[in-house]
């Protein structure tokens, strides 16, 4: 079965420091994606960021990083640099790969953690 | 400009009501989907359509029901048979086989 663990619940840091979201997942295919969402008080959830399960590159966007590591199924989520702005919930999800029978595309969501940042 | 419009952005439902959360897009995606949050919760599949006319149980469809009868619109709605239906309800689109994305929300509370 899939599924996607986000251990820490809520994280609080001071504007400037580095903080790092982590995502482990587990699924038994070998085709899936894996999602970012940034989640803020207002509500809507707005896409960061979706890796496939061949693309092992870390991918930096901004203040933004992910590393996305399938020997430890984890695709963790880095700002450098926090802002205010950042503070938001952050999710991670999975999906498997529709072409090979999965559901459709449907998204496993983890928890959540939501992020705090302090001026 | 192009995205997905949910409202009302409240909603409030005495018991025993039934009552029907909206979410249209204008983004021409075939495949729409509707989520439930709950407080300190990930987001859990409702129901999802893939084309017009057609659309499948996710993981909580009980005390649920959805239509399909445009491209557009994916309305949802909330039965009596439903337990516990306060909670955050979000809307997703996506072409097939591709990222989704997502409405603003309705916050549902039962008085």
């Known amino acids: 079965a899939q599924k996607v663990t986000q251990a820490q619940t809520e994280i609080s840091v001071v504007e400037k420091e580095d903080v790092t979201l982590d995502c482990v997942y587990e699924?038994?295919?070998?085709?899936?994606?894996l999602f970012w969402y940034k989640q803020p008080p207002s509500g809507e959830l707005v896409f960061l960021i979706r890796?496939?399960?061949?693309?092992?590159q870390n991918e930096i966007s901004g203040r933004y990083s992910w590393n996305f590591q399938k020997s430890t199924s984890s695709f963790n989520f880095t700002i450098t640099a926090s802002q205010v702005v950042d503070s938001a919930v952050y999710f991670c999800?999975?999906?498997?790969?529709?072409?090979?029978?999965?559901?459709?595309?449907?998204?496993?969501f983890g928890k959540g953690t939501k992020l705090s940042v302090k001026p | 400009d192009g995205g997905i419009t949910q409202s009302p952005k409240y909603l409030f439902r005495k018991e025993g009501q039934n009552v029907t959360l909206s979410c249209e897009q204008n983004?021409?995606?075939?495949?729409m989907y509707w989520y439930r949050q709950d407080p300190g919760q990930g987001l859990r599949l409702i129901y999802y359509?893939?084309?017009?006319?057609?659309?499948q149980k996710g993981d909580i469809a009980e005390g649920y029901s959805v239509s399909r009868e445009k491209k557009e619109s994916f309305p949802l709605t909330v039965t009596s048979a439903q337990k516990n239906p306060t909670a955050f309800y979000l809307c997703?689109?996506?072409?097939?086989?591709?990222?989704?994305?997502f409405g603003p929300g309705t916050r549902l509370t039962v008085l």
């Open positions: 997703a689109s996506s072409n097939r086989w591709d990222t989704q994305y």
């Open positions: 699924t038994r295919d070998t085709t899936y994606y």
């Open positions: 890796r496939n399960s061949f693309d092992e």
């Open positions: 999800a999975l999906s498997e790969d529709m072409n090979y029978g999965g559901s459709q595309g449907n998204l496993i």
């Open positions: 983004l021409n995606h075939d495949a």
């Open positions: 359509s893939q084309i017009v006319n057609d659309f």
